[in-house]
T-cell receptor
Framework: NAGVMQNPRHLVRRRGQEARLRCSPMKGHSHVYWYRQLPEEGLKFMVYLQKENIIDESGMPKERFSAEFPKEGPSILRIQQVVRGDSAAYFC????????????FGAGTRLSVL | TQLLEQSPQFLSIQEGENLTVYCNSSSVFSSLQWYRQEPGEGPVLLVTVVTGGEVKKLKRLTFQFGDARKDSSLHITAAQPGDTGLYLCAGDGETSGSRLTFGEGTQLTVNP
């Protein structure tokens, strides 16, 4: 079975541009989580989604960041008007259900803002 | 806010030595997961512990969940260079929904 797939693996953007990060969960998983890992820091929760629903976005910055998980297709984390401080590794995880909350992670997208 | 403190932050040992990594919190967790992360990659799940006092073994790795479900430890016996990596503990809090709270990690280096 394919694991959690994230693309692109590396993304370079200039300040003010938009970044779109994609995540396809493991087969059979309908719960997706996004985490951010800043340099020299641990992973921090951003948002938890189910198909077509945002369940918990308490870790998302209030501005410029949004996430979706449409009925068809991958989950998308969108960062508008990127700034240098957005440079980080963004990881997606998926789990089969809320009750069985064992999260499997993708390889991440490393965003560099110039 | 739930916090997980890992110790030590860095550990450099010789091949064949034993080591223990600790993960402590003042909060109770429904479950606790241990991951290992290589540079440039995502965390890879090693084990999940759910029951207070639970002990799980994975070859040379032994994981323990505290009786009160607030702390956990990872013990590696006869470490090998292939064990080198960043070890992360992550808790699924009783009051935090489904999101995981991560410790800062323990960077382990095993020298041949």
């Amino acid at each position: 079975n394919a694991g959690v797939m994230q693309n692109p693996r590396h993304l370079v953007r200039r300040r003010g541009q938009e970044a779109r990060l994609r995540c396809s969960p493991m087969k059979g998983h309908s719960h997706v989580y996004w985490y951010r890992q800043l340099p020299e820091e641990g992973l921090k929760f951003m948002v938890y989604l189910q198909k077509e629903n945002i369940i918990d976005e308490s870790g998302m910055p209030k501005e410029r960041f949004s996430a979706e998980f449409p009925k068809e297709g991958p989950s998308i984390l969108r960062i508008q008007q990127v700034v240098r401080g957005d440079s980080a590794a963004y990881f997606c995880a998926s789990s089969p259900s809320r009750a069985e909350n064992i999260q499997y992670f993708g390889a991440g997208t490393r965003l560099s803002v110039l | 806010t739930q916090l997980l403190e890992q110790s030590p932050q860095f550990l450099s040992i010789q091949e064949g030595e034993n080591l223990t990594v600790y993960c402590n919190s003042s909060s109770v967790f429904s479950s606790l997961q241990w991951y290992r992360q290589e540079p440039g990659e995502g965390p890879v799940l090693l084990v999940t512990v759910v029951t207070g006092g639970e002990v799980k073994k994975l070859k040379r790795l032994t994981f323990q969940f505290g009786d009160a479900r607030k702390d956990s430890s990872l013990h590696i016996t006869a470490a090998q260079p292939g064990d080198t990596g960043l070890y992360l503990c992550a808790g699924d809090g009783e009051t935090s929904g489904s999101r995981l709270t991560f410790g800062e990690g323990t960077q382990l280096t095993v020298n041949p």
